[in-house]
Nanobody
């Protein structure tokens, strides 16, 4: 099983970035994005299920949009109006449909700074 993220980078406050995640090797029930800032715990950013249901952290509602097709193992995160506090390593997560096991990507750095 492999999860590969792409699309991180450096952006100014108020800017936008789009993250992508492609998974392979099994079937998943849920895919999501988590992030971890220096000195902080990893936290959920957004999730999408294989029925299309989405869930967001309060801190990103109205600014971030998760999309994709879990059945096709692809997921995206459109991040608009980025704030410096959004700076973190963003990890792709996928929950295996049969076992409930969590799989993780290596992470993509997002830095919001002027």
């Amino acid at each position: 099983v492999q999860l590969v993220e792409s699309g991180g980078g450096l952006v100014q406050p108020g800017g936008s970035l789009r993250l992508s995640c492609t998974a392979s090797g099994t079937f998943f029930s849920t895919m999501g994005w988590y992030r971890q800032a220096p000195g902080k715990q990893r936290e959920l950013v957004a999730q999408i299920t294989n029925t299309g249901t989405t869930n967001y952290a309060d801190s990103v509602k109205g600014r971030f949009t998760i999309s994709g097709d879990v059945a096709k193992n692809t997921m995206y995160l459109q991040m608009n109006n980025l704030h410096p506090e959004d700076t973190a390593v963003y990890y792709c997560n996928a929950v295996q449909r049969m076992t409930g096991h969590n799989y993780w990507g290596r992470g993509a750095q997002v830095t919001v700074s002027s």
